[in-house]
């Protein structure tokens, strides 16, 4: 297989950074803290993959979107599973931005989307156009900010009332800063909240790395086993555009490793 050293010192393997490669299904942070059942991928799904019958299928996954209130992390958590570094600087989004990663998931090659919205309130117009087909809806709280908490249901509310049936999460950060017996509070709560909103809750630090790249395994797992388990049900029939955003998967890109930033701001 060919294989590159990018700058960063991420090794390539065909197309593919050597840590975007899943070969097995992330498990939930907790038993106990997620509403998605699923430990494995599906049988045909695994099937599909294994006999290369995945097709030139169009499938629309996988775009992330990242919400919650200003200041709560969802820049640094997405720059912790990006580029691998931490700033800790506030540097408030402007707008949107966002990522796209490459990943190989058994062998399927597909592109991750990840929008990171500000979180605030003069923003929020363009943010929540860009919730629109979504597949997978992440609320961002800070764990040092119980008034964050609170809010994670307005914001799942209103991302999820325009995303495609997502996977949804509910993501505690700075898990650093908290000493065991206030982590232990916190997650009660919030466990409850994750519960009340069908999501799968995970604790991460941006600071030290806990954590983050096994949510978003998780994330990428959860929704390329729905969607691809969807096309397989409906026979691989064209996808439809659904929304701004079509993303494609294919058993083999010839496409170089790239990353896009772009930078939507706006307004007021
Ligand atoms: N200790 C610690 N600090 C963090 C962590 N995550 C974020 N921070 C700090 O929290 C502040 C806000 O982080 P951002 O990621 O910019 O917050 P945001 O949610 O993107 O904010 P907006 O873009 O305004 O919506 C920064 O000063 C970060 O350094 C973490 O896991 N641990
Ligand atoms: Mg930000």
């Known amino acids: 297989m060919p294989r590159n050293k990018m700058s960063s010192g991420r090794t390539i393997v065909s197309a593919v950074a ?18 998605y059942q699923k430990v494995n991928f599906h049988p045909k799904v695994k099937a599909a993959c294994a006999e290369n019958k995945t097709g030139r299928v169009g499938l629309k996954i996988a775009k992330a979107v990242l919400v919650g209130d200003v200041s709560v ?27 796209v990663e490459k990943f190989s998931v058994l062998g399927v090659h597909i ?7 500000a979180g605030q309130e003069r923003f929020k117009c363009i943010a929540a156009s860009y919730y629109r087909g979504a597949q997978i809806v992440i609320v961002v709280f800070d764990m040092t900010d119980e008034e964050s908490l609170h ?8 991302a999820c009332a325009t995303a495609d ?7 505690g950060t700075k898990k650093d800063l908290l000493s065991p017996a206030a982590y232990s509070d916190i997650e009660t709560r919030a466990l409850k909240y994750a519960s009340q ?21 998780r994330a990428v797992c959860m929704s390329f086993d729905t969607s691809l388990q969807k096309e397989l049900e409906a026979g691989f029939a064209p996808s ?3 929304g701004n955003d079509l993303i494609q998967v294919q058993r083999s890109s010839s496409d170089l490793y790239e990353r896009k930033k772009k930078s939507s701001k706006c307004c007021n």
Request: proline share 3%; charged share 30%; net charge negative.
């Open 18 to 35: 050597s840590d975007r490669v899943i070969t097995k299904f992330t498990q939930a942070f907790h038993p106990d803290a997620t509403p």
């Open 73 to 99: 992390g969802k820049t640094c958590l997405v720059n912790r599973f990006c580029h691998d570094v931490f700033d800790r600087e506030y540097k408030a989004t402007i707008g949107v931005d966002f990522e």
């Open 111 to 117: 592109t991750l989307q990840v929008w990171d919205t």
């Open 151 to 158: 809010h994670t249901v307005k914001w799942m509310e209103d």
């Open 165 to 171: 049936e997502p996977v949804k999460f509910l993501v």
């Open 197 to 217: 909103m069908e999501a799968e809750f995970w604790a991460t630090s941006s600071k030290n790395g806990e954590n983050v790249q096994d949510f978003f395994f």
């Open 240 to 242: 439809k555009k659904i």
